[in-house]
């Protein structure tokens, strides 16, 4: 963290220099960004995550950070962590304001998973629920994870959950109000005899590296390394929200991507809706009836969207007297 001293005194240079100085520096200071969160931290086993001998988690996942932190800058890509030692421990709110401080294009949190039986093994990705942060980290998620399951584990695929203040995953949630599209690469199960082998045998360096080919894939899709990406507005978090959950944010893009490949995790459809000149949505069902919806009704129907683990269940399907309960109009 902190200010970066060579890119201020590109800056002043560029200034007393002159003007083409300051375009070549100005490209430099947009080239894609990267916050890389290495998940948990905290002194001793405090803020340990997940600890299977010898492996704790927040050690792992700082290994593996900068072990990719590496690779990205080595392919032209500014990166930058939350933290660098295992006793800090920033909170997720902390992290992701640190991200947009540094104007990231991405903040991506790496984990390990584990679970009660020991019985789950494969790698996921969690990204958010909304417009165009879930269509960036969709996109980004399933690039990483072809890289992943090409060191052995299964693909789970890239998932979304819903809380009762928006996107379940608090990093995720403070990432997209911080308008940085955010998202959690959970690299396998510690714990799980089958992903434990591929983790002993590879190592963490492996894992670093399929992530990093799996970024640097996506950025090159987006414009490479010297391009960032096209910023989105912020997902307005609902204060206090509680109880009855699927509190919306504010409205984002009336695009819904989803998964319709078997299995959820093939195809990618994406279709942008129609709006009145009011600005509100106008949504038409397959029976070709008509609904228009306010931005803050359409948020709400968004918002009330599950990932289900099945090829999910798309808005497009939907009856316009369905969405109209859904959303309080009828
Ligand atoms: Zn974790």
Known sequence: MGIDKKLVSG??????????????????ANAMTIVLDPGHGGYGTSGAGAI???YM???????????????????????????????EAPSLEQRAAYAKSVNA??????????SGAHDKFGSE?????????????????????????????????????LGNSGDYYGIIRYGAAQGVPTVIIEHCFMDNAYDRSILDAKGT??????????????VNSVGGAGA?????????????????????GAAVNPTVKANTGAGGSSASVSVTFPKDAAGNIIYTDPQGNKGTYTPAQWNQLLSNWTYTGKPEYFIRQQRVSDLDKMCGKS
């Open 57 to 87: 988690e927040k050690s792992v996942n700082l290994s593996i950070a900068s072990q990719l932190k590496s690779e990205l800058e080595a392919a032209g890509i500014k990166t930058y962590m939350t933290r660098t030692s295992d006793s």
């Open 52 to 54: 299977y001998p010898p």
């Open 205 to 218: 360096g492996a894992l670093a590296h399929a992530d990093a080919a799996g970024i640097i894939n996506f």
């Open 105 to 114: 294009d991405l903040l991506i949190s790496l984990h390990m998973n584990s």
């Open 11 to 28: 800056i002043i240079r560029s200034t007393i220099l002159g003007l083409f100085l300051t375009l070549s520096i100005g490209v430099k």
């Open 125 to 161: 990705v969690w990204t958010s629920m909304y417009g165009s942060y879930y269509s960036t980290g969709a996109s980004l998620g399933s690039s990483v994870l072809s890289q992943l399951t090409g060191l052995g584990f299964s693909s789970k695929g890239v998932k979304t959950k």
């Open 228 to 248: 960032s990406l096209p910023k989105s507005s912020p997902v307005v978090l609902a204060e206090g929200a509680t109880s009855t959950g699927n509190t919306a």
